[in-house]
Each structure stands twice: as C-alpha cells, then as structure tokens.
C-alpha cells in the first residue's frame, strides 16, 4: 500500500489532523489502540479565558475560528451533535473578586468574552452568595461522541488499524517511510501522553496531568449553565452534570481513586447543596506542557516524521489550529509558530 501520511493516534489531535488531509485530498491511515483516554474522557469545554487569572487564553479568538467550524461540519457529516452551546458561569467568592470581574471585563481583549453585569444566583440549590460573571463565546464539544464517530467513519472506509503502533518496524529514508507494508511520504505521531513510548519522540518535555472526574445525578438541581468555582459542573442532559476535576502529576495509570473522588465531592458540595449521587467517575493523562505551549513540530534527524501533541488542559480548542500549522509546515514550508516548534526546546 502507497499512501500520503500515516497518522498515529485517533484523539482530538489526530482527527484534526486527519481532517487536514481529507480537506486537502492526502491518502492515509490511521493507528489507534485505545491506550490513551484524554480525548474520550475530556469534559470538551471551551472557553476563551482563564478563569483563574481573568486573563485570555493565549490565540483563543484564532483557536476558536477554526475549531467550532471543523466540529460542526463533522457533527453534520455525522448525522449527530457535537457542540452544545452553553455559558460558563464564573462563582465569585468575594465582593473582591466582583471588582477585579469589572476591571477585567474592560481590558481590550476580555471585553468581548467577560459580561460586565454580575449574574445573582436565583438557584436555591447552588451555593453562590457573592452571584456569578458570565463568559461568553463559551460551550461543550461532546469529544467522546466525536472521537467515537470519527473511528466509525475511518474503519468504514478502512483507514483505521486498531493497534499499537510498533516504532522499531520504521524504515526511514528521504523518500519516505516503510512500516509493515505501508509506504508513506511522512508520519505524523499524536499519541498524546502515548508519546512517552515512541524511541524518535519520547524525550520532548511532555508533563503527565492525570485527571478525573465524576458523573452524578441531581434531580432537583436544574441548572443550564457550567458553573465554575473551585472546580466545575457542566450539565450533560438527564439530570446528570460532570464534576471536575483533578490535577496530578505523579501517577500515570488510568486507575480510579477514592483519594480524587474525595476531593471532586469536597470541592462539589462547596458548590451545590442539593442531594446528588455519583454515577460515574472516569480519568485520563492530559499532554500537558510546562510552558503551556504545544508540541508541534519535524524531528530532526528522520525529516519524514512529525509530532502534533502537548494540547495540554485545552485541546478543544487548540487541536485544529495546530493541526492546520503542522500541514502548512510539511505540505508548504511555512514555518511554524515559534512558540509551538519543538525545536524551542533544543530537539
Ligand atoms: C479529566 C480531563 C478533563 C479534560 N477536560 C477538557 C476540557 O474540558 N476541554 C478541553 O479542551 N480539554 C480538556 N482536557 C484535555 C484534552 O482532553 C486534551 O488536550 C486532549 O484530549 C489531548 O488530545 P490528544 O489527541 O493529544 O491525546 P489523546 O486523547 O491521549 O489521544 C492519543 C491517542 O493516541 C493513541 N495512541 C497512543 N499511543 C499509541 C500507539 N503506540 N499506537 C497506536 N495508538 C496510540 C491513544 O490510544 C489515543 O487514542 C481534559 C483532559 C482530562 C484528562
């Protein structure tokens, strides 16, 4: 088999990768065996500012102009919903921060998204004394639908090999790339925390964040927004919400902690005060990045292999603007963004 590109990894960074390729006509396939779950898991918020600093997230405008088309052109393709539009409702905890909310909300760049009326909370059930900010521009992508979807469609078309992809079976040479009786012209590797098994790219600076999160049920709760506090509650439909969630950098298994759902229900009652049961509680390992920038970029001795990962906490919104980069960078030899090339870091 000759083809264009192999992609290996089917999350958020993949698909939009691979929609790159479809839109531009490349032949592929795709390796996927399910050994990474950031995508699957993800809560699939976007939200063009960071909440706990006041401050705009670093190319948000850019991120989201190209993402939520791509996610509702396949929504459409796919016959199902990805995108659910809904607010992001910011909890104040003191009159203080209400008055950095103002300030904020005046900043040329965060007017546009930060509302400069404070929401008052009219929920009986929610514990929010000091009102809300609303962000605006903000939603959900159901990345699990997405992610299942796309699958479906690539094995249709026979394009998707659900297995581990074996790195020692590469042959490299200037014209390309040989792998199990697969030529390609390049490979472009978005394995997510994955990366950490692959021999051309495993010493890029990739920081595991395990988190977790809870699914519970609250009948009398009915709320239609995502709430932010310390932690969130983003309501998915049937009276359940997602509770989220953890950060920690030591553990890179899948395994579920009582030690994590103890410190979701802490930070939950803190924020409801209805009765609620837990229905659910996944984990997954964000790719995350300690300069908060991804990882994009050609490795430096094997010109036919790439890397698209370091999507970090935000891979929503990132994914489709780095994937765009990445095949400008191979297709056009554009040059990458300096602040997403690998090669800041010396690789
Ligand atoms: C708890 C949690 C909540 C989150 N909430 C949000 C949110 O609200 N909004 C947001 O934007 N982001 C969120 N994120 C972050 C987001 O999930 C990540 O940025 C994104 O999923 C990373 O996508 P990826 O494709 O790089 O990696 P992954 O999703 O990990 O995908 C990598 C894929 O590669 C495959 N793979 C790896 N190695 C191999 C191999 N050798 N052979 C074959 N296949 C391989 C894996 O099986 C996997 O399918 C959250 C993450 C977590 C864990």
């Known amino acids: 088999m000759e083809i264009d590109y192999i992609v290996v990894g089917c999350g958020l960074a993949g698909i939009a990768f691979c929609e790159q390729l479809r839109t531009h006509n490349k032949s592929f396939v795709v390796f996927d065996d399910s050994s990474q779950r950031s995508s699957t898991v993800a809560g699939g918020l976007y939200n063009p500012v960071v909440l706990k600093r006041f401050t705009s997230v670093w190319k948000s405008k850019e991120q989201l102009e190209k993402a939520l088309p791509l ?14 539009k809904i607010p992001v409702y910011r909890k104040f905890a003191s009159l203080e921060e209400q008055n950095d909310w103002f300030a904020a909300s005046d900043k040329p760049n965060l007017s546009e998204y930060l509302s400069s009326k404070i929401v008052k909370n009219t929920n ?9 900010g609303e962000v605006l521009g903000t939603g959900r992508i159901d990345v699990n639908t997405l992610v299942e979807s796309y699958k479906n469609y690539l094995s249709k078309k026979n394009i998707l090999l659900k297995e581990s992809f074996n790195y020692s079976a590469i042959e490299s040479t200037d014209q390309g790339v040989s792998c199990k009786g697969i030529k390609a012209s390049q490979i472009v ?6 990366v950490n098994k692959n021999t051309f790219f495993k010493d890029l600076p990739l920081v595991p964040a395990k988190g977790e999160l809870l699914i519970i049920e609250a009948p009398d709760l009915n709320m239609d927004f995502v ?12 009276h359940q919400y997602i509770v989220g969630a953890t950060y920690n950098w030591n553990d890179t298994t899948h395994q579920l902690t009582d030690k994590a759902k103890e410190e979701l229900l802490d930070k ?3 924020l409801i005060t ?7 509680q996944v984990a997954g390992i964000r790719p995350t ?3 908060r920038r991804p990882l994009v970029g050609q490795h430096h001795q094997h010109k036919n292999l ?6 970090g906490t935000r891979g929503v919104m990132i994914g489709p603007y780095v994937a765009e980069q990445l095949f400008d960078f191979i297709e056009h030899k554009k040059p990458l963004e300096k602040e997403i090339d690998i090669k800041r870091f010396g690789i």
């Open 289 to 291: 990045v300690k300069d």
């Open 124 to 132: 009986k059930n929610i514990n929010a004394p000091f009102g809300f």
């Open 71 to 84: 996610y509702n052109k396949l929504a459409k393709q796919f016959g199902v919903q990805l995108d659910y």
């Open 274 to 280: 209805c009765k609620f049961k837990v229905v659910g």
């Open 268 to 270: 939950l009652k803190n």
């Open 189 to 194: 590797f978005s394995e997510g925390f994955g």
């Open 306 to 311: 790439y890397v698209l990962n370091g999507l």
């Open 227 to 238: 709430l932010k506090g310390n932690g969130f509650l983003i309501p998915i439909g049937n």
